[in-house]
């Protein structure tokens, strides 16, 4: 069966250091990954996608993510974060036929 | 720029009554979402839209019904509402495929007392 995993429910870092924050998914096909940021009281955004290419994909914000076929992930990183991105992010699997599957989302919360 | 809106962003009602959620989009996207997002559980399905006049139950359809009258307009109504269905409702749109991004509204905060 289909889902995405996001290990960490909330991670803490201080402003200016670097971030991973990790997904894992399970499909034996091609899959089309995403991540997506939650800002309080808003709804989500994008932040990026991958669904072919090189496995490193550039996204807003300094954010990027890395696709691994042979470990089922597609972690998100950032070299410095800043206090502006504390927010909820989520790891989301989009399959061909149309359905979507969510994690359960990563609370980020950035130190000063 | 893509734009979903919600109305109303915040409603109380009473267990038993009846609660309609609006969601506009002017994307013109032909698939609509309603998730409801709770604390541990991450975005649920709730009911989905290929276009005007679809409906389909998504994964957790008790208890709700859709209505998509048009191209734009996707609406979730709770006809007996419940205490259980206190939590945060957000309305999406997008094309059809999976590298298609998901468009969000705002969300709708309801309590159900």
């Known amino acids: 069966a289909q889902s995405v995993t996001q290990p960490d429910a909330r991670v803490t870092v201080s402003e200016g250091a670097s971030l991973q924050l990790r997904c894992k998914y399970s499909?034996?096909?091609?899959?089309?990954l995403f991540w997506y940021v939650q800002y309080p009281r808003q709804g989500l955004q994008l932040l990026l996608k991958?669904?072919?290419?090189?496995?490193v994909v550039q996204g807003v914000n300094g954010f990027e993510a890395e696709f691994s076929k042979s470990n089922s992930s597609f972690h998100l990183r950032k070299a410095s974060v800043h206090w502006s991105d504390s927010a909820v992010y989520f790891c989301?699997?989009?399959?061909?036929?149309?359905?979507?599957?969510f994690g359960d989302g990563t609370q980020l919360v950035v130190k000063p | 720029e893509a734009a979903v809106t919600q109305s109303p962003r915040n409603k109380v009602a009473v267990t038993g009554g009846k609660v309609t959620l609006s969601c506009n989009q002017t994307?013109?996207?032909?698939?609509m979402y309603w998730y409801r997002q709770d604390t541990g559980h991450g975005l649920r399905l709730i009911h989905y839209?290929?276009?005007?006049?679809?409906?389909e139950k998504g994964d957790i359809p008790d208890g709700y019904k859709a209505s998509r009258p048009s191209q734009e307009n996707f609406s979730l109504i709770l006809e007996l509402a419940t205490p259980s269905q206190t939590s945060v409702y957000f309305c999406?749109?997008?094309?059809?495929?999976?590298?298609?991004?998901?468009?969000f509204g705002a969300g709708t905060r309801l309590s159900v007392l």
């Open positions: 999406a749109s997008g094309l059809w495929g999976g590298a298609n991004t998901l468009y």
């Open positions: 499909y034996s096909g091609t899959p089309y």
């Open positions: 991958y669904y072919s290419g090189d496995p």
């Open positions: 989301v699997l989009s399959l061909s036929n149309n359905r979507i599957f």
């Open positions: 994307n013109n996207h032909n698939n």
């Open positions: 839209s290929y276009g005007a006049g679809s409906t």
